[in-house]
């Protein structure tokens, strides 16, 4: 189907929109406090929907219906694990991160260990989240291939530079009230979208239910125990969402400054946890409309006899755009792309500020090389256009992925279990210094690749066992070295 003119005006109007939106911020940015973390001013809700916008993504968007699609709710099993996570995240970490000013989560391990383990985590933090984010960028193509017939690397460069745009100009300030915006526009979309397709259903819920339940797509937990590689090489089952889904997202939101960064922009501690806990009820509700959308898909499917795509990520994106009356559809892709530029303005600022305040401003501060507000200012904005070209390249090369949401998890979790140990090690422990902090790292991350490309496991399990390698290593490794260096 060509595209349509009312639908590419939706979408022309919500890009315009959003980035003209987004650049308005520029006067109030007048530091590297209010470039990274928005002066410290936002109230705690709009911190809360701007977690869950970084939180969510394409990957989410078009990836979770495509589980249902092809399985069941047993998702659901990992995002009990995510209110576990925040529980351990405001007990250990939150006390930690509001002891003074910090702009990144890795000036804490530079107060615990010393300069070298500050810039190892935060190192892994831009290989971690420039990898993951290319992903989560090429996943923009799918859509934009299905709204133009095309996966030209024009129609992905044309999202990345807007995106960059109104980041380069707002700063924090940006991301954050953009994502407010963005998550109400495609958690919107999708509650649209659940109602036309039910109603494109004969006999609605009810047939849906009927039609899903005995092949056991409405199953959500799975007990299912055994010491045995079968049990560790399923992805989704009880013990594997909550222990898996409490360690990612322990990682994810406790020592990745993606999630920090707005974390650390609450006027308190109190109103930062308070936004993490309020997160996780619009997460759950959000992953439990996707994962309907997918079963409900799969029934309209199967009561017409369709084949499914190829590529599954196509699934919703696709029916939307064939589906849905003229203009609706365009507001729905519209919603999508949202999720997409949420992600990656927050990727953007978040390792423009990890590059500044843990590489660059304490080297040229040690040389003595002090500059003003509005030098730092200017070096974080070319940052960040740094950034968002290293994240258009990434995603040139991730056209060989086959689920985007797996594949995007898959690799964040081998680099967070380094990290979470890490972090652990500097809280829980006072034995182990920097050296065996920084052997446990390089272990966790050379076990990690041979779990992830030498073994069936699970990428559900990958965080607990980079965690414990991590710690196990490092406790090991302080009894075999100096005791000055374990002070």
């Known amino acids: 189907m060509p595209p349509r003119i009312a639908d590419l005006a939706v979408i022309l109007f919500y890009l315009i929109g959003i980035t003209w939106f987004g650049a308005r911020f520029k006067e109030s940015q007048k530091s590297l406090r209010d470039y990274f973390l928005g002066g410290r001013t936002t109230p705690w809700w709009a911190i809360g929907f701007s977690i869950v916008s970084?939180?969510?993504s394409t990957l989410t968007v078009i990836g979770t219906p495509a589980l249902a699609f092809n399985g069941n709710l047993g998702f659901l099993q990992v995002v009990m694990g995510y209110l576990l996570a925040r529980i351990v995240i405001s007990t250990l970490l939150l006390p930690h991160y509001f002891r003074g000013e910090m702009y990144t989560a890795y000036e804490l391990m530079q107060r615990r260990f010393g300069s070298r383990i500050r810039k190892f985590t935060a190192g892994s933090f831009l290989v971690l989240r420039a990898l993951a984010e290319g992903v989560r960028v090429f996943a923009i193509s799918i859509v934009i291939s299905i709204i133009l017939g095309t996966g030209e690397a024009v129609s992905i460069g044309l999202i990345v530079a807007l995106t960059i745009f109104y980041t380069f100009e707002g700063g924090m300030t940006a991301v954050i009230w953009t994502d407010v915006i963005q998550m109400f526009l495609y958690v919107g979309g999708a509650i649209l979208s659940f109602f036309v397709i039910l109603d494109k259903i004969p006999g609605g819920w009810e047939h849906v239910v009927a039609t899903a339940a005995p092949l056991g797509k409405l199953d959500v937990f799975d007990f299912r125990f055994s010491p045995s590689m079968e049990f560790f090489s399923r992805t989704y089952n009880f013990w594997a969402g909550l222990i898996g889904g409490c360690f990612l997202t322990t990682?994810?939101?406790g020592t990745e400054q993606l999630?920090?960064?707005?974390l650390l922009s609450a006027r308190s501690e109190g109103?930062?946890?308070?936004?993490?806990?309020?997160?996780?009820f619009v997460i759950f509700f959000q992953f439990t409309l996707f994962l309907l959308i997918g079963l409900m898909l799969f029934v309209h499917y199967q009561d017409n006899g369709w084949a499914a795509p190829a590529k599954p990520d196509r699934i919703y994106p696709e029916f939307i755009w064939n589906n849905l009356p003229y203009g609706i559809s365009g507001l729905v892709i519209a919603a999508i792309l949202a999720a997409a530029m949420s992600n990656l303005s927050a990727a953007l600022n978040s390792l423009a500020s990890t590059t500044v305040m843990d590489f660059y401003k304490p080297v040229a501060e040690a040389r003595g090389q002090h500059r003003s507000d509005e030098q730092w200012l200017a070096f974080a904005r070319r940052s960040t256009l740094f950034w968002g070209a290293v994240l258009f390249?990434?995603?040139?090369?991730?056209?060989q992925v086959t689920s985007v949401l797996e594949a995007g998890l898959g690799i964040a979790?081998?680099?967070y279990g380094a990290l979470l140990g890490t972090f652990l090690l500097g809280i829980l422990t006072r034995r182990v210094g920097e050296q065996a902090a920084i052997a446990g790292m390089a272990a966790s991350l050379a076990v990690m690749l041979y779990v992830r490309f030498g073994t069936t496991i699970a990428w559900t399990w990958y965080v607990l066992i980079g965690t414990t390698v991590t710690f196990v290593t490092a406790l090991c490794v302080s009894y075999l070295i100096p005791q000055r260096e374990n002070s």
């Open 54 to 56: 970084a939180e969510t």
């Open 251 to 253: 990682a994810s939101h």
């Open 259 to 262: 999630m920090v960064q707005r």
């Open 271 to 280: 109103e930062s946890r308070l936004a993490l806990f309020a997160s996780w």
């Open 393 to 399: 390249a990434i995603a040139l090369i991730a056209q």
């Open 413 to 415: 979790s081998v680099v």
